[in-house]
């Protein structure tokens, strides 16, 4: 007997594609402004997101937030690293007051990190990053206390449960490790 060798793979144009390439049949894009403002997503007062991956087999949670002027998050610990970058305004750690994060900035967390995020009030405008985060946001109340977990489960319940009580169609953000895009 003797072993039968896979197809070979082609792209659309029908170049052939080594055989440990996986083929892409389309193109896995969100545009940013036909995704709704998902407003006070966790309960937090004047932060807004918008999604844009969320897999919750890998924990991981790509989007943009929206942040006013004196917003905050509790303390937290980042069970992954944290990318972020910031396109508009400044926003700070209160652990490290010195290094306000303004436009331009880009911003790697290792996984461990523990800090409390906020906006100025003094602000001008509201702060707009984009963040990939992998894992979760372990939170904590201000006597060390066990508040909540935020992570990619938890992001894409209130993304579809929120869109669903606010009449919003349904959020379209690519879904589950690169494997579709929600179709509005």
Request: glycine share 8%.
């Amino acid at each position: 007997m003797t072993a039968r060798l896979p197809t070979q793979l082609t792209t659309s144009t029908g170049a052939a594609l080594p055989l440990p390439a996986l083929p892409q049949d389309r193109l896995l894009t969100v545009n940013i402004e036909e995704i709704p403002l998902m407003k006070d997503l966790f309960g937090v007062p004047g932060i807004d997101l918008k999604p844009l991956r969320l897999d919750p087999e890998r924990n991981e949670w790509v989007f943009m937030a929206v942040c006013k002027p004196g917003c905050s998050l509790p303390l937290h610990y980042h069970t992954g690293p944290a990318q972020v970058y910031t396109l508009q305004g400044r926003w700070c750690y209160r652990e490290y007051p010195g290094e306000p994060q303004v436009a331009g900035s880009y911003l790697y967390e290792p996984a461990g990190s523990v800090h409390t995020f906020y906006c100025p009030e003094d602000n001008t405008e509201d702060t707009i990053v984009i963040a990939w985060l992998e894992g979760a946001q372990v939170c904590f109340g201000e006597d060390g206390s066990f508040v909540g977990v935020n992570d990619a489960v938890l992001v894409q319940h209130l993304t579809e449960t929120l869109a669903a009580q606010r009449g919003l169609a349904p959020v379209r953000y690519i879904r589950g490790n690169g494997a579709d895009v929600a179709r509005s």
